[in-house]
């Protein structure tokens, strides 16, 4: 049995046995001797002692991890202390080796030039310098060799090659590998959500980016020797703050904000695409947990100094026994607190007037999280109704029957209603916080709550994933059946069928083959997990068609076989009558059918009789067409000049006319709202008139509506394969007037035929080109990115925006007053215009007749 006694090291409180206790004294002692005669030596003395006291800490941290562990300081530990520190002898040595400087004038001995201590926790190497900082320190090689790139094996997560830059330019690993991270997964995904070419690139350098760190993996040597720079702030999780992994905690300390923040702000990223989850699973990976008391103090970013290891060391230690909450129950609670905290902050600071300002913001505050959480879970409880059958779900204009509810199992819609009404709850709860500025919600039920929304997530990614697995594949089969005519002039006629189900609309399509028989071919599309099973689900379709006396009558839509399941059926009809052969249309059958039809044949349809033609397609044989294969070049060749404008500016490919056309039941709009690569034509008419050529595939996709007296054109699937696929689609739109043009992405159009109108707003975005053909009293565009604009015809006043490198080419426009912002790198040309003021910035020009404007 030994004696042992308390003593203190920097502030640090050690048990050490009797014959540890005199060997240490001693050892202290002749520093304390050797260093007295130097400047600044009790400091010196200090970072020698803060040097000790985290060797012997570090000592009985690794004696506790031990088969007998121990919480006193032996005497082979003061001697191993002693060993790696060195002696006074040591120093002298040194000392006399390295003369650094003189001393002055008065010194009783010389005085040293000494480095400052390393931080806590960092040793030096062989010829390093010093031990613990208190010595000499020799001067640098000026002939050093240059530093090297290795691979960091010490704290490498896959290769160490995001920790080996780092080391190399003395920063976090972390955010090495957080940029290795974005280039090879956010960023191809993000710029197919964006659009146009960008996919291509960032998909190129994604690949690029783990071909380099291949490349780099291979060429540079890994090492296990590196040293961290001390300097540099660390990002670490913070295990003793934590929820799930100490991603937040972590991000709060080094950016020196409160940690329930942002656990706030990444619970609300995750409604966001699920952008703030997958954020906190890569921060998780790429980062390392702070362990250590020397990777703790690095992460707050404090100085490694004596008050901080012993402020670090006491919070370690501290154990308040006393509490009422949990940890993780003041985090859930946190954001409510903080909310009310910030609100009276404010309120105490700005005074008495100021109070009553701030209460009514938080009021109208605390109002709106209350309506918009009541609003999603009265949604959430909607949608639970409808799926368990209480209504049916109004979508696009029809009702989802039965079948498509019962593709959403009840587990997947109990856990969708979870993790939809839970948030909605949370906000109206904290909206009634900030109003009643108190704590509405036990602990216990904040703890349960939480645990019931993570189950309903997990609910989700369970079902989800096989459901959308069953639509992975599309494919079709063809069905062709004979038409037995019951006259020798038929009539077609379309079947309206509407019994409340979902709307399964047919499309169906004229066709004159050789031949002398009338044919009828279903293509019948539904998707699968693989192929064949797609066209087993296709096979599911019926369609019918009926023969009554001299009638041919087609039903508008299709039914699927009782027992099947909704795969995204869909069938094309395409009827083939052979050249020469008569026949006669009802006017809904031909509004119905994809072949086209002008206003007036549409309403005389009950006098006219048709035929297909070898030469000239579907002919009247009573009437004249009101359309031929030319009536897109005769709807817009108004002059030669503004077809050679129209050929110089979009190309021949503006004038070619799709395989496939499609006319769209659409009225009643004023505006236009067209974004994509389309080619689009826009002439005053008497009537609505809505048409569109291209492939037969991407004719099928095209979505046309009108929403709030704008006509809107897209497709309903914009995923990144279906943009790549798609060729050129042109679109015909007649209407009477004309308020608001608004095209973006590639889109190339012509306006013209408008007179006489009192205001035009048009505005191009991305890398349009139009040609405006019109009059009007007043004409503003606003044109951004690339976009070239053309104008002809007059306007009494023109406003013009003009941002990035846009061209507006007015030569051919008589203008009264114009007015023009151009910033970036963009262009304005005027021809005749009797007041021309501009506003320009960076490489942008405004030029009038005279190649001068009123510049501001």
Request: with cysteine.
């Amino acid at each position: 049995m030994k004696k042992t006694i308390s003593i203190n090291i920097s502030g640090v409180i050690f048990h050490i046995e009797e014959d540890g206790y005199e060997k240490l004294k001693g050892y202290l002692t002749s520093i304390q001797q050797y260093f007295s005669t130097y400047e600044d030596s009790q400091e010196i003395i200090t970072d020698i002692e803060n040097r000790i006291a985290e060797k012997l800490l570090n000592k009985l941290k690794a004696a506790e991890k031990q088969a007998n562990p121990r919480q006193v300081v032996t005497l082979e530990d003061v001697n191993e202390l002693i060993q790696s520190m060195g002696t006074v002898a040591d120093f002298e040595a040194i000392e006399e080796e390295d003369v650094i400087g003189a001393a002055p004038a008065g010194a009783s001995r010389p005085q040293p030039v000494y480095e400052s201590v390393p931080p806590l926790g960092e040793s030096r190497g062989p010829g390093g310098g010093n031990f613990a900082g208190s010595g000499p320190v020799p001067p640098r090689p000026t002939n050093a060799p240059p530093r090297k790139l290795y691979r960091d094996l010490r704290r490498k997560i896959v290769g160490g090659v995001a920790s080996g830059i780092a080391n190399y330019f003395n920063i976090d690993p972390v955010w090495v590998r957080l940029i290795f991270v974005t280039l090879i997964l956010a960023l191809p995904p993000f710029s197919g959500a964006v659009g146009g070419g960008s996919t291509e690139f960032f998909g190129s350098l994604s690949g690029f980016t783990v071909v380099l760190y291949i490349a780099m993996w291979i060429a540079f040597p890994g090492s296990t020797t590196l040293e961290d720079d001390k300097s540099v702030k660390k990002f670490y999780r913070n295990p003793d703050d934590k929820v799930l992994g100490g991603v937040a905690s972590g991000i709060g300390a080094y950016f020196g904000i409160d940690s329930g923040v942002v656990r706030l702000l990444f619970v609300l990223t995750i409604f966001l695409f699920g952008t703030g989850l997958l954020a906190y699973i890569v921060l998780w990976i790429i980062s390392p947990e702070a362990n250590t008391l020397t990777e703790k103090m690095e992460m707050q970013g404090e100085p490694i100094t004596l008050s901080n290891i012993e402020s670090n060391i006491k919070r370690s230690l501290d154990i308040n026994e006393t509490a009422e909450e949990s940890t993780l129950a003041k985090i859930l609670l946190f954001p409510f607190r903080l909310i009310a905290t910030i609100f009276n902050g404010l309120a105490s600071a700005l005074g008495p007037l100021a109070r009553g300002i701030v209460s009514i913001i938080r009021v109208l505050a605390g109002v709106f999280l209350v309506v918009v959480g009541f609003g999603v879970m009265i949604a959430a409880l909607g949608a639970l109704g409808t799926v368990f059958g209480l209504k049916g779900i109004h979508f696009g204009g029809g009702e989802i029957p039965y079948m498509i509810q019962r593709e959403i199992s009840p587990l997947m819609m109990l856990s969708a209603f979870i993790t939809a009404f839970l948030p909605g709850l949370a906000l109206a709860i904290l909206g009634l916080m900030i109003i009643s500025q108190k704590s509405l919600v036990p602990t216990g039920i904040a703890l349960t709550l939480l645990s019931i929304w993570f189950l309903g997530l997990i609910g989700l990614a369970a079902t989800v994933p096989p459901l959308v697995s069953e639509f992975g594949s599309k494919s079709h089969v063809e069905e062709t059946q004979t038409i037995t005519l019951p006259a020798p002039i038929p009539t077609l006629d379309i079947n309206d069928i509407e019994d409340g189900s979902i709307d399964f609309h047919t499309s169906i399509e004229l066709e004159g083959v050789e031949g002398t028989a009338w044919t009828l071919t279903k293509r019948l599309e539904a998707k699968g997990p693989t192929r064949q099973i797609a066209q087993r689900n296709a096979r599911t379709i019926i369609y019918n068609w009926t023969v009554k006396d001299s009638t041919l009558r087609f039903d508008n839509s299709y039914e699927i076989k009782p027992g099947a399941r909704f795969r995204d059926q869909d069938v094309d009809v395409m009827i083939h009558i052979p050249y020469e052969r008569p026949f006669r249309m009802t006017e809904a059958f031909a509004r119905h059918i994809r072949n086209e039809f002008g206003h007036q044949e549409l309403e005389r349809m009950k006098t006219s009789i048709w035929k297909f033609s070898r030469t000239d397609g579907l002919v009247s044989l009573t009437h004249p067409r009101e359309l031929n294969e030319d009536r897109y070049q005769e709807d817009f060749n108004t002059n030669d000049a503004i077809d050679e404008v129209l050929r110089n500016e979009l190309g021949d490919d503006f004038f070619n006319k799709g395989e496939y056309t499609r006319q769209f039941e659409v009225t009643n709009f004023s505006k236009i709202d067209i974004g994509g690569a389309f080619a689009v034509r826009v002439k005053q008419g008497a009537a609505f008139k809505v048409v569109a050529d291209g492939r037969e595939e991407d004719m099928d996709d095209l979505r046309v509506r009108v929403d709030n007296g704008a006509l809107h054109v897209d497709f309903r699937n914009e995923g990144i394969l279906q943009w790549r696929n798609r060729k050129r689609i042109g679109i015909t739109v007649t209407m009477p007037d004309v308020e608001t043009i608004h095209f973006s992405g590639a889109t190339q159009s012509i306006i013209t035929g408008f007179e006489n109108i009192d205001k035009l707003d048009v505005t191009l975005s991305g890398a349009c080109k139009s040609l405006l053909d019109v009059k009007t009293a007043q004409l503003d565009i606003d044109l951004t990115g690339a976009s070239k604009a053309t104008l002809r015809g007059r306007s009494n006043q023109l406003d013009a925006q003009l941002s990035g490198a846009c061209k507006l080419d007015a030569t051919n426009m008589t203008v009264g007053r114009a007015n023009v912002n151009a910033v970036g790198a963009s262009n304005a040309d005027f021809g005749t215009v009797e007041d021309l003021t501009s506003k320009t910035s960076g490489a942008s020009s405004v030029n009038g007749p005279t190649n001068r404007a009123n510049e501001q």
